[in-house]
Every structure is written in structure tokens, then in C-alpha cells.
């Protein structure tokens, strides 16, 4: 007698894009308009490339650097955090809450995965979706160390406290529970040769960007001029950005060079905008952005809070931005790093919808107390 396989079915891969599908002609159209704001003649075009520049060897590169430790160490040490948290018991919502501070959105898809599988509470949830600054706390980390040394800390004390708090009075369950991993990124499945371009046009952009932090100023690089090498590098982020199957996050079985690479292009494009967004509203269109937020200024936290709710890191990003550009007070910009989720709750509305609507809502809680905090105690503090 034969035995019956009762193993569950795999998973299918989530499908990929079509070729040339709406998916990668809207990527495209924005890869043209930028390359032809670029290419400009005069004063537009020389902006632009002087921002696409700063963005590449003030974030890119090190957000470039740090993805590809993060999951080299990852593929090394072959660790599964999800067995780990399950493992984990009363240190669930600690550890949930330093995934959550990771910068990128990894950390917090990972356990929102988690909880999905079981393998957490709903406390760790709200641990890591309130500590996370998403992809806005590269941005911060390399233009502003000063203020991310006080924010991602915060973040993570003020999503410990949430997880705690929210394991004690929160009696409602919110997921079925799942079996097997969640995959929504389609699968690459090999390094390619734009994978080891990108991290050789890096290099260079690396060694620039840490003599900025050192407050060098370095205009060539053996006798090269650095724009050069930055642009290869934007430009090389933007075919691979604009030719991706990837959505946003990547699958966990491609190589970490992969992973790097498409991670750092997706995150690269939203830095440029809001690059980009800033200078020529101040530029072209006359405006003074901290005048006119100056006559909102008590609502300003409450206005960051709000647009931490908006999914994607996008808004996110331009948070951080007005932050650097001395347009809103520390009190927002933490504010906004507590409520926001960044491109982690896309994963995470498509796992446990309900989770991640009140995990986000509870978050704004102590959006609220702490930015009103600074605002009313500290109203210069970091500024």
C-alpha cells in the first residue's frame, strides 16, 4: 500500500511583474524624468546633479554598506530570528523592539512574520512597529549621527514600554495562526554583474561620504573628480531600481550582494526626491519652508505623527529631510519616528491586516506624549 503524502503543498513564489507591465513603465517614466532634469542645461541641470551627488555620498553608500553587513552576517551565521523570538519568552518584546530600531524595515517585517507564525505576541508587534524609523533612519544616521543616536534609542525604550504595556491590557487576538515561511518578494536567484558594479562604484562614494563625517572635504580621489564616480553610481541604482521584479523588500533566499544592491536603489530613489523636492521648492519656487511652517508651529508634531501613518518610506524620508534642512523641531521629526512603520506595513497589512492597523494606531499614543515632551520641554533640543 502506497503511503499518502500529506505534507502541506508549497507555497507558490509570488509572481513577478511582466516584463514590461505597468509595474516597471511607471519606474521607468520616473528614471526618464530624472535623467533628463540631470541632463539639463544651466542651472536646473547643474542642481540636480550636484543633489544626486550629495544623496549618493551622504546616504546611499553607507545605507549600501550596512544592508550588505546586515545580510552577510545573516547568511553566515544562518540564524532564524523567528525560531529565536519563539524561544525568547519574557525577552520577546525587548528583542522585537531592537529589530525594530534596526534602520530599514527588515527587522520589523520579520516580526510581524512572527507573529503571523505564532511564534510572538502582539506585544513584540507593537514593540517593533513603534521602534522603527523604517528607511528615514539611514538618512538620519548619516547626515545627522548626533540626533539618531537619541532617536533610534528612544524609539526602541518608548516601543519596549509599548510592548509591555499593550502585553498586559491588549485580551484580543488578531492573526489565524500560519504555518511555513511568508515570502513576498520574487526570488532573483543569482548574483549578477550590476550586484558587484553597484558595490564597486561605492567604494569610492564610501571613502567621500566618511571623509565628509570627518568634516574633509574631498573634491577628487587619486586624481579623479568624485562626480563622476557618484553619478555611475546613481545612474547604476537607477537601471536596477527601474528594471526590478522587486516591489521593495527582497526574498531572504537571494545573496546578500543582491539584496544590497536592490534594496539600496529602491531606498536611493526616494533620498533623491526628497533631495530634490526641498531645493527646488526653495530654489524655483521662492518659498521658505520654515517661515511657513513657523505659523503652524504647535501642530507641527501632530502633522509628523499623521504623515507617519501614511505607509512607505517615502514621506518618511521628506520628514527627515525638512528635519536636516532646520524646516521642523526635533519634537516632530521623533514624533514621526515613533508613529511611522515605513515600508514595513505594506508586508505587514498583507500578513495580519488587522495587526498592523492597531499595532499602528497604538503607536500614536506615545508619538504624542514624547513629541509634546520635546515640544513643550525642550523645544531646541537637537535644533
Not at 25 to 50: C, D, F, N, S
Not at 134 to 149: H, N, W
Request: aromatic share 10%.
Amino acid at each position: 500500500m502506497m503511503a499518502t503524502d500529506t505534507r502541506p503543498a508549497a507555497r507558490p513564489a509570488p509572481a513577478a511583474p511582466e516584463r514590461f507591465g505597468p509595474f516597471r513603465l511607471k519606474r521607468l517614466g520616473i528614471v526618464l524624468v530624472l535623467v533628463a532634469l540631470a541632463a539639463w542645461p544651466g542651472h536646473l541641470g547643474e542642481l540636480t546633479r550636484g543633489l544626486m551627488v550629495d544623496a549618493y555620498t551622504q546616504v546611499s553608500v553607507f545605507v549600501a554598506t550596512t544592508l550588505l553587513l546586515f545580510y552577510g552576517a545573516e547568511r553566515i551565521f544562518n540564524f532564524d530570528i523567528g525560531s529565536a523570538l519563539k524561544g525568547a519568552r519574557g525577552a520577546q518584546v525587548p528583542l522585537a523592539a531592537l529589530l525594530g530600531a534596526t534602520p530599514g524595515c527588515g527587522g520589523a517585517v520579520v516580526v510581524v512574520a512572527a507573529y503571523s507564525s505564532g511564534n510572538v505576541g502582539f506585544g513584540a508587534v507593537v514593540a517593533a512597529l513603534t521602534a522603527t524609523m523604517g528607511d528615514a533612519a539611514f538618512l538620519l544616521i548619516a547626515t545627522r549621527p548626533d540626533a539618531a543616536l537619541v532617536v533610534l534609542p528612544l524609539s526602541m525604550v518608548v516601543g519596549i514600554l509599548s510592548g509591555w504595556i499593550v502585553d498586559r491590557v491588549n485580551t484580543v487576538e488578531f492573526r489565524t495562526i500560519t504555518q511555513g515561511t511568508c515570502e513576498f518578494a520574487p526570488l532573483i536567484g543569482r548574483t549578477r554583474m550590476t550586484d558587484y558594479a553597484y558595490l564597486l562604484v561605492a567604494i569610492p562614494g564610501l571613502i567621500v561620504g566618511g571623509a565628509q563625517l570627518a568634516q574633509i572635504e574631498l573634491t577628487t580621489l587619486m586624481g579623479l573628480p568624485i562626480a563622476p564616480f557618484a553619478l555611475a553610481g546613481v545612474f547604476l541604482g537607477l537601471f536596477i531600481w527601474s528594471t526590478s521584479i522587486v516591489a521593495a523588500m527582497t526574498n531572504t533566499q537571494d545573496s546578500p550582494m543582491t539584496r544590497m544592491a536592490e534594496e539600496t536603489s529602491f531606498i536611493s530613489i526616494w533620498v533623491i526626491g526628497a533631495y530634490l523636492a526641498y531645493d527646488y521648492i526653495a530654489e524655483f519656487a521662492g518659498l521658505d519652508l520654515a517661515a511657513l511652517f513657523e505659523t503652524i508651529g504647535p501642530l507641527l508634531p501632530l502633522v509628523a505623527i499623521l504623515i507617519g501613518f501614511i505607509p512607505g518610506c517615502g514621506p518618511q524620508v521628506l520628514v527627515a529631510t525638512l528635519f536636516l534642512n532646520g524646516v521642523i523641531p526635533f519634537a516632530a521629526l521623533v514624533g514621526n519616528a515613533i508613529s511611522n512603520d515605513g515600508d514595513a506595513l505594506f508586508p505587514a497589512i498583507a500578513l495580519n491586516p488587522k495587526a498592523a492597523l492597531v499595532a499602528t494606531v497604538y503607536s500614536a499614543v506615545p508619538a504624542l506624549i514624547v513629541a509634546y515632551g520635546f515640544n513643550l520641554f525642550a523645544p531646541g533640543f537637537m535644533n
